[in-house]
Nanobody, 133 residues
Framework: QRDLVESGGDSVHFGESLTLSCTAPRDARNAPDRCMAWFRQAYGKQREAVAT???????????WYSDSVRGRFNFGLDSAKNTIYLHMNNLKPEDTAMYYC?????????????????????WGQGTQVFVSS
C-alpha cells in the first residue's frame, strides 16, 4: 500500500489561514503520481473534490479548483520532495471537513478538469480542518 502522507490540519477561526501538505513517497517500481488532488468530506456529507494539480512538468499553474474554494485556496509544490501544499486563506466554517490527499498517474488534460475520487488509486489517511465562526 503506497499511502500518501498528509499533515497540517488544525482548528482555526473564521478568516484565518492554514496550509495542508501531502507527500507521495516515491517507488521506482510504479508509475509516477503526476496528478495530485485534495478532497474533503464534511460530517454527514458526500466527499467532494477541492483542487487538483498536475505535477508532471513542475509547472504550478496546471491546476483546477472547485467553485467553493477558487480564489481562496492555492497550491504550492516542492518537486524534489514530491510534496504539494494547499494554502487555504480566508477560511469559512463551511470549509470544516476531513481533507484527503489523492494521487494517480493522469495526464495534464484529465488532471485539470477535476476528476472524481473513484479514479484515484492512492490516498492519504486524512487531516481534520475545523473552522469556527
Amino acid at each position: 500500500q503506497r499511502d500518501l502522507v498528509e499533515s497540517g490540519g488544525d482548528s482555526v477561526h473564521f478568516g484565518e489561514s492554514l496550509t495542508l501538505s501531502c507527500t507521495a513517497p516515491r517507488d521506482a517500481r510504479n508509475a509516477p503520481d503526476r496528478c495530485m488532488a485534495w478532497f474533503r468530506q464534511a460530517y454527514g456529507k458526500q466527499r467532494e473534490a477541492v483542487a487538483t494539480i498536475y505535477t508532471g512538468d513542475g509547472d504550478i499553474s496546471n491546476t483546477w479548483y472547485s467553485d467553493s474554494v477558487r480564489g481562496r485556496f492555492n497550491f504550492g509544490l516542492d518537486s524534489a520532495k514530491n510534496t504539494i501544499y494547499l494554502h487555504m486563506n480566508n477560511l469559512k466554517p463551511e470549509d470544516t471537513a476531513m481533507y484527503y490527499c489523492a494521487a494517480a498517474d493522469f495526464g495534464r488534460a484529465y488532471c485539470i478538469i477535476g476528476p472524481p475520487g473513484r479514479v484515484y488509486d492512492r490516498w492519504g489517511q486524512g487531516t481534520q480542518v475545523f473552522v469556527s465562526s
